[in-house]
């Protein structure tokens, strides 16, 4: 049984993995070359290497070789959880700007990006349009002079304000709408999806539009974007055809716009530089790991990747679970399948061959949120049985399937099970609203809504009944 845990990384998948190897009474070590935080873990330490022992194929052993202060350390360790994540490594594709050795302004990528106090009058362009890329563009807005926002192919908008005032991912990520995606066809859920995408404001209207509408790409959240775009203090351009010395040259508009500063929001590569090929390969974006966690290939399971997975939800729930099975694995509780299977599943995933139902996760790192999490809390019994629940706690039930997927219900039953989760997934709404509901005010009851609320339980009671039998 593994006792000793090098951990390496002390971001979010890190803290989870530290507090869960505590749980299962294991012994953790957590590497981190950055001097954040503190506790269990060693500051400033940059891990060198992680290799087999030489008694690997028996005891499953690693010799962890680290580097604090200028001087190196070794140490053997029983088994090794990655947690370094995909953002890495910036991605600076800088040969696919032609001229950008001749501008004479000052550009950097996004990662290095602080305050928007450098952007204060100067014209200003942002390549990228993920998350990160329109931040900036709109802090940027507030101050610049002029702003150029450039995406090769466009994306979907979002409001963190949802239906109804609701947040967006407590009414998106439930297991009634992800069954309800699942069960059609792709090209018909992407439909809805635009239909849906379309309803705050016309994204083709604002230049926005993605190009590629039949593999999912994570939605952009921004409150302020459309607004920024409506009053010109954001101007959408296609992708870049030249850079020059003090400006730039889109593509499909010959008109050179001056350019003082370009931020480069085009993303992160990842690779473990510590770890041979032999254990971990990347190649196209992604490694050989079965459930995005083991390498398939390895006599031992002992070392593990946590956090390695691009979900259409949060992470950090995601890389918890993650790290609430490897523990069971490491303590010999729960057991891999062969490595023959582990392989031709990894294999297969590689394919990224679409289903043709639900959202197409065909992508590197891409999976269905709750799919994958319910996969994993299976393993580990800890998946809530919801059929069990509508004939014994039918409350808890309707509001498990009907309501947002919250980590409360990874904790109902199974190791690591908490008395308070029932309480805490009833009254979720309430701790939402709280915040917000800084004057009282009075509503006047509506029979008609009663009538109305009381025939949509009834529909959704048979449709559940229909769903289950």
């Given at each position: 049984?593994?006792?000793?845990?090098?951990?390496?990384?002390?971001?979010?998948?890190?803290?989870?993995?530290?507090?869960?190897?505590?749980?299962?009474?294991?012994?953790?070590?957590?590497?981190?070359?950055?001097?954040?935080?503190?506790?269990?873990?060693?500051?400033?330490?940059?891990?060198?290497?992680?290799?087999?022992?030489?008694?690997?194929?028996?005891?499953?052993?690693?010799?962890?070789?680290?580097?604090?202060?200028?001087?190196?350390?070794?140490?053997?360790?029983?088994?090794?959880?990655?947690?370094?994540?995909?953002?890495?490594?910036?991605?600076?594709?800088?040969?696919?700007?032609?001229?950008?050795?001749?501008?004479?302004?000052?550009?950097?990528?996004?990662?290095?990006?602080?305050?928007?106090?450098?952007?204060?009058?100067?014209?200003?362009?942002?390549?990228?349009?993920?998350?990160?890329?329109?931040?900036?563009?709109?802090?940027?807005?507030?101050?610049?002079?002029?702003?150029?926002?450039?995406?090769?192919?466009?994306?979907?908008?979002?409001?963190?304000?949802?239906?109804?005032?609701?947040?967006?991912?407590?009414?998106?990520?439930?297991?009634?709408?992800?069954?309800?995606?699942?069960?059609?066809?792709?090209?018909?859920?992407?439909?809805?999806?635009?239909?849906?995408?379309?309803?705050?404001?016309?994204?083709?209207?604002?230049?926005?539009?993605?190009?590629?509408?039949?593999?999912?790409?994570?939605?952009?959240?921004?409150?302020?974007?459309?607004?920024?775009?409506?009053?010109?203090?954001?101007?959408?351009?296609?992708?870049?055809?030249?850079?020059?010395?003090?400006?730039?040259?889109?593509?499909?508009?010959?008109?050179?716009?001056?350019?003082?500063?370009?931020?480069?929001?085009?993303?992160?590569?990842?690779?473990?530089?510590?770890?041979?090929?032999?254990?971990?390969?990347?190649?196209?974006?992604?490694?050989?790991?079965?459930?995005?966690?083991?390498?398939?290939?390895?006599?031992?399971?002992?070392?593990?990747?946590?956090?390695?997975?691009?979900?259409?939800?949060?992470?950090?729930?995601?890389?918890?679970?993650?790290?609430?099975?490897?523990?069971?694995?490491?303590?010999?509780?729960?057991?891999?399948?062969?490595?023959?299977?582990?392989?031709?599943?990894?294999?297969?995933?590689?394919?990224?061959?679409?289903?043709?139902?639900?959202?197409?996760?065909?992508?590197?790192?891409?999976?269905?949120?709750?799919?994958?999490?319910?996969?994993?809390?299976?393993?580990?019994?800890?998946?809530?049985?919801?059929?069990?629940?509508?004939?014994?706690?039918?409350r808890l039930g309707l509001t498990i399937f009907f309501g947002p997927s919250t980590p409360y219900q990874f904790r109902l039953t199974g190791p690591g099970k908490w008395?308070?989760?029932?309480?805490?997934i009833l009254t979720q709404w309430d701790r939402t609203f709280k915040v917000t509901k800084t004057r009282s005010v009075q509503e006047s009851p509506s029979p008609f809504?009663?009538?109305?609320?009381?025939?949509?339980?009834?529909?959704?009671?048979m449709a559940i009944f229909l769903i289950f039998l």
């Open positions: 049984m593994a006792k000793r845990v090098a951990i390496v990384g002390a971001g979010v998948s890190g803290l989870a993995s530290i507090k869960c190897c505590l749980e299962e009474g294991l012994e953790p070590t957590c590497f981190e070359r950055s001097d954040d935080l503190g506790g269990l873990w060693r500051f400033t330490t940059k891990v060198c290497s992680v290799t087999k022992c030489p008694d690997f194929t028996v005891t499953g052993q690693w010799e962890v070789v680290t580097q604090h202060e200028g001087k190196q350390g070794s140490a053997i360790f029983d088994a090794v959880m990655v947690c370094t994540g995909f953002l890495t490594d910036p991605y600076l594709p800088l040969d696919s700007f032609p001229g950008i050795n001749t501008f004479k302004g000052q550009y950097f990528h996004s990662r290095q990006y602080k305050y928007p106090n450098i952007f204060k009058d100067k014209r200003v362009l942002v390549i990228g349009m993920g998350n990160s890329g329109t931040d900036i563009a709109v802090e940027a807005s507030h101050l610049a002079e002029k702003v150029f926002l450039s995406t090769t192919g466009g994306a979907w908008v979002i409001s963190r304000v949802f239906d109804s005032g609701y947040p967006w991912d407590m009414v998106f990520t439930t297991r009634f709408q992800n069954m309800f995606r699942n069960s059609l066809p792709t090209p018909i859920v992407n439909w809805l999806l635009a239909r849906k995408m379309n309803s705050w404001f016309h994204h083709a209207n604002y230049g926005l539009v993605p190009e590629d509408r039949t593999q999912l790409r994570e939605p952009v959240l921004n409150d302020e974007l459309p607004g920024r775009i409506i009053t010109g203090k954001v101007l959408i351009k296609p992708s870049i055809k030249e850079v020059k010395e003090n400006s730039v040259v889109f593509n499909n508009t010959p008109k050179e716009e001056p350019i003082d500063i370009i931020v480069f929001a085009t993303g992160y590569t990842f690779a473990f530089p510590f770890l041979d090929e032999s254990v971990v390969k990347v190649e196209n974006g992604q490694a050989s790991l079965y459930k995005y966690i083991f390498p398939a290939h390895l006599p031992k399971p002992t070392l593990a990747v946590i956090g390695l997975i691009k979900p259409l939800g949060s992470i950090i729930p995601t890389g918890e679970t993650q790290a609430r099975w490897v523990v069971r694995v490491l303590k010999g509780i729960n057991k891999l399948p062969p490595q023959s299977v582990m392989i031709e599943e990894v294999n297969a995933r590689k394919e990224n061959k679409p289903s043709g139902f639900g959202l197409c996760y065909c992508k590197a790192l891409q999976a269905d949120y709750i799919t994958y999490i319910d996969e994993l809390l299976t393993y580990i019994n800890a998946k809530p049985n919801l059929f069990s629940m509508l004939l014994t706690d039918p008395e308070g989760a029932r309480n805490a809504a009663s009538l109305l609320k009381l025939l949509s339980l009834l529909a959704l009671l």
